[in-house]
């Protein structure tokens, strides 16, 4: 075994981008603020931390996690009968996957939620043994019944609200329409959840709804992806768990700090996707406000801060505001710690040219967001028939994509129209489109690339 020492604990850096010259009467102050992880990654789908002892860890915590995959056992599931066969596959494998001594159980969900293993409300502790009896529990595994995915939700939460450990995650696949619950109590399931556990959502086949699973992955800041092809569960869902295998540190928070008189005008995650942060805000004291970000191991990730600051005169410049990571005291008392911070800066000045340069990953950023707007708005045109609207946003999403340079949905927008000029934005709706291609764009739409360096 490898030789772990404090410097495997993970370490945090923020780092700020901007452009902090306003002219005379400016006041909107935009940053791109990229967090990184280091040396708390994987090795192998292996944390860093796993024999790492106490001393070496981060103080009063634990590395370990839990996790409950929800398995879609609805009646749907059963057309064609090998969906079902490469759900109990890919949850097997995702079973396989799993770190000894870490916390899981297995959900069977219909409009009824089931914990099909351990059983009894309790969570099983990985090993060869119970790895074994969970799939042999998912061989029983069978579809019947409707969809209420605010049931397994709700009892993945109270699975994992009784582990004693850091990192809880939930793997959800559903293949079909949440039509058992009413849309309100897929909400209330949500809002109950969000900020307890963080879960990955699958959609498999073509006849689920796009935008519910997205909003499950969102409001429980997890991934949304679909699975087109049942055969892909298996490599998709050996990847999450690897993934979930490498989180280390758990509800870590952007907290913003404004002087007297800004103005807070959003908060979103830009890379590796876009995320609207600004609704999630909980007030950490005086002018001070925490944004959720779940779960980390090696990693990096972009936010865009925009602040609107008190009208100065030349020459003037202020703090605009202090951009700090702060992990949550443990869970036996004591204080919140700072993991790493950066300051957003103000300064007015009569130098146009300095005033109106826009910094390359504020312009960047802007773009991609945008293109994740415009493809939305666009698809969302051609099911309601507007052939011209469709064609401009989609058009200004494929000239978005061109320039920054993010050639996967380039690839995907691709399979939607024929573009005629990626530069200038021209293209055609295509007569026919795959189902699949349309959600594929969808669901991926909010994926971005980082700035080109």
Same mark, same amino acid.
């Given at each position: 075994?490898?030789?772990?020492?404090?410097?495997?604990?993970?370490?945090?850096?923020?780092?700020?981008?901007?452009?902090?010259?306003? *002219?005379?009467?400016?006041?909107?102050?935009?940053?791109?603020?990229?967090?990184?992880?280091?040396?708390?990654?994987?090795?192998?789908?292996?944390?860093?931390?796993?024999?790492? *002892? #106490?001393?070496?860890?981060?103080?009063?915590?634990?590395?370990?996690?839990?996790?409950?995959?929800?398995?879609?056992?609805?009646? &749907?599931?059963?057309?064609?009968?090998? =969906?079902?066969?490469?759900?109990?596959?890919?949850? #097997?494998?995702?079973?396989?996957?799993?770190?000894?001594?870490?916390?899981?159980?297995?959900? @069977?969900?219909?409009?009824? @939620? =089931?914990?099909?293993? *351990?059983?009894?409300?309790?969570?099983?502790?990985?090993?060869?043994?119970?790895?074994?009896?969970?799939?042999?529990?998912?061989?029983?595994?069978?579809?019947? !019944?409707?969809?209420?995915?605010?049931?397994?939700?709700?009892?993945?939460?109270?699975?994992?609200?009784?582990?004693?450990?850091?990192?809880?995650?939930?793997?959800? +696949?559903?293949?079909?329409?949440?039509?058992?619950?009413?849309?309100?109590?897929?909400?209330?399931?949500?809002?109950?959840?969000?900020?307890?556990?963080?879960?990955?959502?699958?959609?498999?086949?073509?006849?689920?709804?796009?935008?519910?699973?997205?909003?499950?992955?969102?409001?429980?800041?997890?991934?949304?992806?679909i699975v087109a092809d049942p055969a892909g569960?298996?490599?998709?869902?050996?990847?999450?768990?690897?993934?979930?295998?490498?989180?280390?540190?758990?509800?870590?928070?952007?907290?913003?700090? /404004?002087?007297?008189?800004?103005?807070?005008?959003?908060?979103?995650?830009?890379?590796?996707?876009?995320?609207?942060?600004?609704?999630?805000?909980?007030?950490?004291?005086?002018?001070?406000?925490?944004?959720?970000?779940?779960?980390?191991?090696?990693?990096?990730?972009?936010?865009?801060?925009?602040?609107?600051?008190?009208?100065?005169?030349?020459?003037?410049?202020?703090?605009?505001?202090?951009?700090?990571?702060?992990?949550?005291?443990?869970?036996?008392?004591?204080?919140?710690?700072? +993991?790493?911070?950066?300051?957003?800066?103000?300064?007015?000045?009569?130098?146009?040219?300095?005033?109106?340069?826009?910094?390359?990953?504020?312009?960047?950023?802007? !773009?991609?967001?945008?293109?994740?707007?415009?493809?939305?708005?666009?698809?969302?045109?051609?099911?309601?028939?507007?052939?011209?609207?469709?064609?401009?946003?989609?058009?200004r999403a494929v000239q978005l994509a061109s320039? &920054?340079?993010?050639?996967?949905? @380039?690839?995907?927008l691709s399979k939607v129209v024929d573009v005629?000029?990626?530069?200038?934005?021209?293209?055609?709706?295509?007569?026919?489109?795959?189902?699949?291609?349309?959600?594929?764009?969808? /669901?991926?739409?909010? =994926? /971005?690339?980082?700035?080109?360096?």
């Amino acid at each position: 075994m490898a030789n772990f020492s404090k410097s495997s604990v993970p370490q945090f850096s923020v780092e700020v981008y901007q452009n902090e010259y306003l *002219p005379e009467g400016g006041r909107d102050v935009n940053a791109i603020v990229t967090v990184t992880s280091t040396g708390g990654g994987t090795t192998g789908g292996v944390p860093l931390t796993a024999g790492v *002892p #106490a001393s070496a860890r981060l103080p009063g915590r634990t590395p370990d996690a839990a996790v409950v995959l929800m398995v879609d056992c609805s009646g &749907s599931m059963d057309y064609p009968p090998t =969906k079902m066969r490469n759900a109990r596959d890919a949850t #097997a494998a995702a079973v396989d996957t799993l770190r000894d001594g870490t916390l899981f159980a297995v959900i @069977a969900g219909t409009h009824v @939620a =089931k914990d099909v293993y *351990p059983g009894n409300g309790q969570l099983a502790t990985a090993d060869p043994g119970t790895k074994a009896q969970a799939k042999e529990s998912l061989r029983r595994l069978s579809a019947g !019944g409707g969809t209420a995915i605010g049931t397994w939700l709700q009892l993945a939460d109270r699975l994992l609200g009784a582990a004693e450990v850091d990192i809880r995650h939930g793997i959800l +696949l559903t293949d079909g329409r949440n039509e058992h619950e009413a849309p309100e109590d897929l909400r209330a399931a949500l809002e109950s959840c969000a900020g307890r556990f963080t879960c990955d959502a699958r959609g498999v086949g073509t006849d689920w709804e796009v935008k519910e699973v997205t909003a499950i992955a969102s409001a429980l800041l997890g991934t949304a992806d679909i699975v087109a092809d049942p055969a892909g569960l298996s490599a998709d869902f050996t990847r999450m768990m690897e993934n979930t295998m490498g989180k280390e540190v758990a509800d870590v928070a952007l907290r913003l700090w /404004t002087p007297v008189g800004v103005e807070i005008v959003f908060v979103k995650q830009v890379a590796p996707t876009v995320a609207e942060l600004s609704g999630r805000r909980t007030e950490a004291g005086p002018r001070a406000g925490d944004y959720p970000t779940g779960s980390w191991g090696d990693e990096s990730r972009d936010y865009h801060v925009c602040v609107r600051v008190p009208e100065a005169g030349i020459g003037q410049e202020m703090l605009a505001a202090r951009v700090s990571l702060i992990l949550p005291p443990p869970s036996g008392g004591g204080a919140p710690q700072t +993991l790493s911070q950066g300051l957003v800066r103000a300064v007015w000045t009569d130098d146009m040219v300095a005033s109106t340069s826009i910094n390359p990953q504020v312009a960047h950023y802007t !773009g991609q967001a945008e293109l994740a707007q415009v493809i939305q708005q666009g698809l969302d045109a051609r099911k309601s028939g507007d052939s011209d609207g469709a064609t401009a946003k989609l058009g200004r999403a494929v000239q978005l994509a061109s320039a &920054s340079g993010n050639a996967d949905t @380039a690839k995907l927008l691709s399979k939607v129209v024929d573009v005629v000029d990626a530069a200038t934005g021209t293209v055609r709706l295509k007569a026919r489109v795959a189902e699949a291609d349309e959600m594929t764009l969808e /669901t991926r739409s909010t =994926k /971005t690339v980082r700035v080109k360096k």
